[in-house]
């Protein structure tokens, strides 16, 4: 197999409209079902530990087959793999709006996360071919990243609303729509892409796709099961970095975790993830239940933070990308994510918004309006162009785990005191100080890393 000719596209913004929508499809796909969990668990009759897994199975197939999704990117091409992905995605939501029972929402919702799989890593690929590195490239990172770090609370938003006045079915038929007009202009608005040619390493595939699958199962499950997970996972994942280690053409070059730039990036991707999904966790829980918002409620109440994202990212990140490194800028970004999150120790039982809520999720909203173009910046930098899809996957493989593993972690802290509400302010001074912490990890490598963009 050749390379394949990229033909540029004529309009460069309907070209990020489609990346964008498809990003939106992804990220919200983890966020738009948390508000309508009650009326699928009474509609169904669930169980708490049943219903969870709506969420889960989404985030265990999306982590799961994000590095083969990038392998297969630069292998057969972006745009073939990246439409493969959305329309795999919007045939599962499809489903899911039409499940008569239990089983075949959990298996739609399963093959939704395959298929954001396949389209993120493409996506982050077809941008960089899109817009030529410089202020067009930041720009567009901007955009991007706006759109994509403001999409799970925007979708915990749009979940609330929908289900309030049309029932849950309803989210699911919207991510149809959105996910039939990204199809549809897939073809007018990107390029061909990029394939590259080579074999499709099966053992690396399989064994890096299951070890990856069974973290994200054992961090979102408790008990026998968690740790039967972890440890067969801890077992896959060994033998997945042996082989790619031997192999002449691995799934996951691991050569590019040498780069300090994919090193950065990952762990802020980690610890944003970490953080902000711990956060909008936690929300509708003290939210509802202590200050007895509605659901619709307790979705607008969120909305300052997904703003606080869009404006930072969308009209200030991309013009600081130029002047200063994105060592910098995401260490500044974490900092204001974990003192954002760390503000939230203050929510007293009768909290007032303006005082106790609004400032955290503002700060940590500006905090990750500027770490994640950064990361995204960063997580491509000095990586060789037909290896972007799977640098790509690799940095969205460190927000799922961060989004799983993490917030597991946060649960976990949050478990050790008899007073709810003491164990979520002790879960948000361990994501706070560990953004921190992470954030001067990541400073001391700025001077490594050139200014500008990739």
Same mark, same amino acid.
């Given at each position: 197999?050749?390379?394949?000719?990229?033909?540029?596209?004529?309009?460069?913004?309907?070209?990020? !409209?489609?990346?964008?929508?498809?990003?939106? +499809?992804?990220? #919200?796909?983890?966020?738009?079902?948390?508000?309508?969990?009650?009326?699928?668990?009474?509609?169904?009759?669930?169980?708490?530990?049943?219903?969870?897994?709506?969420?889960?199975?989404?985030?265990?197939?999306?982590?799961?087959?994000?590095?083969?999704?990038?392998?297969? @990117?630069?292998?057969?091409?972006?745009?073939?793999?990246?439409?493969?992905?959305?329309?795999?995605?919007?045939?599962?939501?499809?489903?899911?709006?039409?499940?008569?029972?239990?089983?075949?929402?959990?298996?739609?919702?399963?093959?939704?996360?395959?298929? @954001?799989?396949? &389209?993120?890593?493409?996506?982050?690929?077809?941008?960089?071919?899109?817009?030529?590195?410089?202020?067009?490239?930041?720009?567009?990172? *901007?955009?991007?990243?706006? $759109?994509?770090?403001?999409?799970?609370?925007?979708? $915990?938003?749009?979940?609330?609303?929908?289900?309030?006045?049309?029932?849950?079915?309803?989210? +699911?038929? =919207?991510?149809?729509?959105? !996910?039939?007009?990204?199809?549809?202009?897939?073809?007018?608005?990107?390029?061909?892409?990029?394939?590259?040619?080579?074999?499709?390493?099966?053992?690396?595939?399989? #064994?890096?796709?299951?070890?990856?699958?069974?973290?994200?199962?054992?961090?979102?499950?408790?008990?026998?099961? @968690?740790? &039967?997970?972890?440890?067969?996972?801890?077992?896959?994942?060994?033998?997945?970095?042996?082989?790619?280690?031997? %192999?002449?053409?691995?799934? /996951?070059?691991?050569?590019?975790?040498?780069? &300090? #730039?994919?090193?950065?990036?990952?762990?802020?991707? =980690?610890?944003?993830?970490?953080?902000?999904?711990?956060?909008?966790?936690?929300?509708?829980?003290?939210?509802?239940?202590?200050?007895?918002?509605?659901?619709?409620? #307790?979705?607008?109440?969120?909305?300052?933070?997904?703003?606080?994202?869009? =404006?930072?990212?969308?009209?200030?990140?991309?013009?600081?990308?130029?002047?200063?490194?994105?060592? %910098?800028?995401?260490?500044?970004?974490?900092?204001?994510?974990?003192?954002?999150?760390? /503000?939230?120790?203050?929510?007293?039982?009768?909290?007032?918004?303006?005082?106790?809520?609004?400032?955290?999720?503002?700060? &940590?909203?500006?905090?990750?309006?500027?770490?994640?173009? *950064?990361?995204?910046?960063?997580?491509?930098?000095?990586?060789?162009?037909?290896?972007?899809?799977?640098?790509?996957?690799?940095?969205?493989?460190?927000?799922?785990?961060?989004?799983?593993?993490?917030?597991?972690?946060?649960?976990?802290?949050?478990?050790?005191?008899?007073?709810?509400?003491?164990?979520?302010?002790?879960?948000?001074?361990?994501?706070?100080?560990?953004?921190?912490?992470?954030?001067?990890?990541?400073?001391?490598?700025?001077?490594?890393?050139?200014?500008?963009?990739?």
């Amino acid at each position: 197999m050749t390379s394949t000719e990229v033909r540029a596209p004529q309009r460069p913004g309907l070209a990020l !409209g489609v990346l964008a929508g498809a990003l939106a +499809l992804d990220v #919200s796909g983890l966020g738009v079902l948390n508000a309508a969990l009650p009326s699928v668990g009474e509609r169904f009759d669930l169980d708490d530990t049943t219903l969870q897994w709506v969420m889960t199975a989404y985030a265990v197939t999306f982590a799961g087959f994000l590095l083969v999704g990038g392998r297969l @990117a630069d292998v057969l091409g972006r745009r073939r793999v990246f439409e493969a992905g959305v329309a795999l995605f919007t045939v599962a939501a499809l489903v899911g709006a039409l499940a008569p029972d239990t089983w075949v929402l959990l298996a739609a919702r399963a093959v939704q996360g395959i298929g @954001a799989a396949l &389209s993120g890593p493409a996506a982050l690929a077809l941008l960089t071919e899109v817009f030529p590195a410089g202020p067009a490239r930041n720009r567009a990172l *901007s955009v991007y990243a706006a $759109v994509g770090a403001a999409s799970f609370s925007g979708g $915990v938003l749009l979940g609330g609303v929908l289900t309030q006045l049309m029932g849950w079915r309803s989210v +699911l038929w =919207f991510s149809v729509i959105l !996910g039939l007009a990204v199809v549809a202009a897939t073809r007018a608005g990107l390029p061909d892409g990029v394939g590259r040619g080579g074999r499709i390493d099966l053992p690396g595939a399989v #064994s890096g796709t299951i070890g990856l699958t069974l973290l994200v199962v054992g961090a979102s499950s408790d008990g026998t099961v @968690a740790w &039967s997970a972890l440890g067969v996972a801890v077992v896959f994942l060994v033998v997945f970095v042996v082989h790619e280690n031997r %192999t002449a053409d691995p799934v /996951l070059p691991l050569g590019l975790f040498r780069l &300090s #730039s994919v090193r950065a990036a990952s762990l802020a991707a =980690f610890l944003q993830y970490m953080a902000s999904v711990g956060m909008l966790f936690f929300a509708p829980l003290y939210l509802q239940e202590m200050l007895k918002y509605s659901p619709m409620e #307790s979705g607008l109440a969120l909305v300052p933070m997904s703003a606080a994202v869009f =404006f930072t990212a969308n009209y200030g990140t991309g013009r600081l990308l130029a002047k200063y490194s994105p060592y %910098t800028l995401m260490a500044v970004g974490l900092v204001l994510i974990g003192v954002g999150t760390a /503000l939230w120790m203050s929510t007293p039982h009768q909290g007032n918004y303006l005082l106790h809520i609004l400032p955290g999720l503002v700060i &940590s909203g500006i905090g990750q309006g500027l770490n994640f173009p *950064s990361m995204t910046s960063s997580a491509l930098t000095g990586v060789e162009p037909d290896r972007h899809a799977v640098a790509g996957a690799v940095n969205v493989v460190a927000q799922q785990i961060g989004a799983s593993v993490g917030v597991a972690v946060m649960v976990l802290v949050a478990a050790t005191s008899n007073d709810k509400l003491t164990g979520y302010h002790l879960a948000y001074l361990v994501a706070g100080v560990a953004c921190v912490l992470g954030a001067a990890v990541i400073s001391m490598g700025r001077g490594r890393e050139p200014r500008g963009n990739s």
